[in-house]
T-cell receptor, first 117, second 109 residues
């Protein structure tokens, strides 16, 4: 299955600042997504990162707050802008590809744990 | 919204089978049932998936009812390392995953 590297693994940031999270995949993938997981909650889809075009955002998420780049088929970034304590969450990258033998599905990165103070 | 409903939490004795149910009454004919689990502070990990037949792999078994409106994930001999949140996801395969609340399984020594 695809191996995903997310950086940073964790960070503590001051409110009002921005953080860019990187997602690097060891193979070319077509579909790439960004999720948020608030403390004690399930995963919520933020957006689909589209290669060569603007990301597709889910309801409740906007580009000004969560700008996403995807310059090629192996890399994407998510920026959390103008952060507030409510942005404290785990942010996860996910890609579509082979996950077990010929099984096709989504692989997830280990996540970026963000704390905003 | 998620297409699945699961119990919020379950306990299981170590060494016993853990049976985790999932309801997906609005599942479409081309949609699969995927199961993932998330161990604390890690990304979700794939366990198993199926369309309409029962499936088994080295990790678990998946039983899907004949009408496909519900399924059960079976961990045959639960260990303490199986303590995690288990997510049942209904998807057409390449479509985005929408997560429900999941079941928090606690395996007791």
């Amino acid at each position: 299955s695809a191996v995903i590297s997310q950086k940073p693994s964790r960070d503590i940031c001051q409110r009002g600042t921005s953080l860019t999270i990187q997602c690097q995949v060891d193979s070319q993938v077509t579909m790439m997504f960004w999720y948020r997981q608030q403390p004690g909650q399930s995963l919520t889809l933020i957006a689909t990162a589209n290669q060569g075009s603007e990301a597709t955002y889910e309801s409740g998420f906007v580009i000004d707050k969560f700008p996403i780049s995807r310059p090629n088929l192996t890399f994407s970034t998510l920026t959390v802008s103008n952060m507030s304590p409510e942005d404290s969450s785990i942010y996860l990258c996910s890609v579509l590809g082979a996950i077990s033998g010929i099984t096709y599905g989504y692989t997830f990165g280990s996540g970026t744990r963000l704390t905003v103070v | 919204d998620a297409k699945t409903t699961q119990p919020t939490s379950m306990d299981c004795a170590e060494g016993r089978a853990a049976n985790l149910p999932c309801n997906h009454s609005t599942i479409s004919g081309n949609e699969y049932v995927y199961w993932y689990r998330q161990i604390h502070s890690q990304g979700p990990q794939y366990i198993i998936h199926g369309l309409k037949n029962n499936e088994t792999n080295e990790m678990a078994s998946l039983i899907i009812t004949e009408d496909r409106k519900s399924s059960t994930l079976i961990l045959p001999h639960a260990t303490l390392r199986d303590t995690a949140v288990y997510y049942c996801i209904v998807t057409s395969g390449t479509y985005k995953y929408i997560f429900g609340t999941g079941t928090r399984l606690k395996v007791l020594a």
